[in-house]
């Protein structure tokens, strides 16, 4: 399976050591196949190349190729990636705004213990989410966005919990 990624993508490499191809973006336009695009909203995980190595690898596990496009949040101050880093191999949500795709995966954060209304990037990710239901073909949300995609889709709030070393005890 083919991955199309940015060719100087510092993830790249580490993806071709494990045997992974990877197809040049000007070398992808001329195949003859339609690609299977997804769209992937990664900012907000802390260790963002772990986190696009981790996921290129679980979608190179296809006969298809895949075209791969990540997209930040412009409403999110970044603390563990440079902002160089994410206007090189990131989009803002206005530049695929358009777009169309077959999937679309968003990454979670370590912000559980917040009302989702307190995230700073809240309505940015609402508005995504929105867009997502007449422009992907299929979501799929990971950690605190499945969290969040419920809340947001069907109004299921989260559950907070503490846990004692006897019992679990819930909290409203």
Not at 4 to 28: G, H, R, T, Y
Not at 43 to 51: F, R
Not at 116 to 130: F, G, K, P, R, T
Request: charged fraction near 25%.
């Amino acid at each position: 399976m083919q991955i199309c990624i940015s060719n100087n993508m510092p993830v790249a490499q580490k993806l071709e050591d494990e045997n992974i191809f990877i197809i040049p973006e000007n070398q992808a336009l001329h195949q003859d196949i339609r690609p299977l695009k997804i769209a992937v909203v990664n900012n907000i995980m802390p260790k963002k190349q772990d986190t696009e190595f981790q996921l290129l690898r679980l979608l190179s596990n296809t006969p298809l190729q895949t075209d791969v496009t990540f997209v930040r949040l412009v409403t999110h101050n970044y603390k563990n990636t440079s902002d160089e880093y994410l206007k090189e191999y990131y989009h803002t949500f206005n530049e695929i705004r358009k777009s169309h795709f077959d999937g679309l995966i968003i990454t979670g954060a370590p912000v559980e213990n917040l009302e989702y209304e307190q995230v700073d990037y809240w309505s940015e990710l609402v508005e995504i989410m929105e867009w997502s239901k007449s422009h992907v073909t299929s979501a799929f949300y990971i950690c605190w966005a499945a969290q969040a995609g419920l809340y947001h889709h069907f109004g299921i709030k989260n559950i907070r919990w503490k846990i004692s070393c006897r019992e679990y005890i819930r909290t409203e």
